[in-house]
């Protein structure tokens, strides 16, 4: 599909800025784990159509394993706030809405994770492509940055989701779009 190709190639410019500020605050993953223990928001429909090109391509078991977490992880944000909204999305803006701390939300670890490494690594949202680098306009840092560097490099993503907003429009996707990822892997069930 031409589409996704043209969508992998803005993602490979999101990577590119990632690395550009990683190497600029001399920052590597260390694999802590911290950006697969948060929600992860998917907001375009490519996104979704990518996790699942690549979903496809696993064997049946790790398909029906990761179904089985995104079933567990869904229904653990719901226990944590005993309210069962429409959708999880609507939970989570209900939940973070009303200023009950974020941190609820954190702590369940990401369907998608094994071993410390995401199974669908090459497919992932792009949310977790941007986790880990600081930028200035960044309200908090995440918990796996350190660096003696000052925080003083401002950062625009927002030119590169208007490339996916654009290719959205071109391929006739013009209605908002977001959920979050286990939602999205439920889809594939």
């Known amino acids: ?35 697969c ?23 049946k078991v790790v398909q029906e394993k990761i179904i089985r977490r995104a079933r567990t992880y869904k229904r653990e944000i719901e226990r944590r706030v005993y309210v069962k909204p429409s959708s999880f999305l609507d939970f989570c803006r209900f939940f973070l809405g009303f200023g009950l701390e974020e ?11 094994e071993d410390d490494l995401c199974m669908l690594y090459k497919a992932r949202p792009i949310a977790c492509r941007k ?38 429009k071109k391929y006739g996707y013009d209605d908002k779009f977001s959920m979050l990822l286990p939602e999205a892997l439920l889809m594939f069930s």
């Open 131 to 168: 986790y880990g680098v600081p930028a200035k306009r960044r309200p908090t840092l995440p918990p796996c940055f350190s660096s003696d560097k000052k925080i003083d490099k401002k950062v625009s993503w927002l030119p590169l989701h208007m490339e996916v907003r654009k290719l959205e």
């Open 37 to 59: 223990n948060q929600p992860v928001p998917i907001n375009s429909p490519f996104e979704v159509l990518l996790l699942q090109e690549y979903f496809d391509k696993l064997d």
């Open 1 to 35: 599909m031409k589409a996704i190709e043209e969508f992998k190639k803005i993602l490979d410019k999101f990577d590119a800025k990632y690395q550009e500020l990683a190497d600029y605050y001399n920052f590597e993953c260390e694999r802590c784990g911290q950006c």
């Open 103 to 113: 941190e609820k939300l954190a702590g369940i670890q990401c369907p998608l994770l």
